[in-house]
């Protein structure tokens, strides 16, 4: 689905829109740190080896953190790059007055946890979350399981599966909610989602396109899903573009309270 779609189908959760007012907020308030005290916070993003995807993904940081006129400092290193190497420069960054906030990046981005964005989408889409059966396909610890307090902390009911649950396709259609972040193409099928549910797809995988080519696709068969769903979030243009605006959030707040000052 293009952009031009996704923005007037109110079906589809827009990402890159909510993103991108996030960021404009941002910038607004970076410029006012500016004006009234003379610095801007510094993000900085270290880069190990040359994974063609994680380096999309630090060019993408780099640039959206200048456009929100914060600092950015880049870090590349060689894959062979020591951990204690590694321990090394993130023991100098901390030091160093000029970075609020420091991001390793992994081969995969799965080091930005996305369930704080998650959770805004949600609340944004649904309003109160209290009763809400919910339902997160996936129990890792960097998605699955912090995503299921956080939603126990908004009231819903929730059920964690995964890939050795029994009945998973029943499960998922007795949810309002479905999160899915199993790290599978296209694994949650769309007669799996109950109608009117809201679905998050926190999942990110290339796979093969005809042509010779590939293409990104979510833990969701889309198109199979939409059908069935009230609302949804698309992959690319879903929860990924959140990720980046929420970093920049949080070194934005970071840079406010290692100088003891109040968020603008």
Known sequence: MNDAAAKSDPKVID???FAESLR???AQQVATLRAGHGFAPGLAVVLVGENPASQVYVRNKGQQTKESGMASFEHKLPAETSQKDLLALVDRLNKDPAVSGILVQLPLPKQIDPQ???NAML???LGDLAGRRAIVVGRSNIVGKP???LLLGESCTVTIVHSKSRDLAGECRRAEIVIAAVGRPEMVRGDWIAPGATV???GINRIDAPGGKTKLVGDVAYAEAYAHAGAITPVPGGVGPMTIACLLQNTLT???RQRGISLP
Do not use: H, L, T
């Open 123 to 125: 609340k944004d889409r």
């Open 24 to 26: 404009r907020r941002i």
């Open 116 to 118: 704080a964005v998650i």
């Open 147 to 149: 995503m299921a307090q």
């Open 15 to 17: 990402g890159k829109a």
């Open 200 to 202: 998050i797809d926190v």
């Open 254 to 256: 970071a840079a406010c």
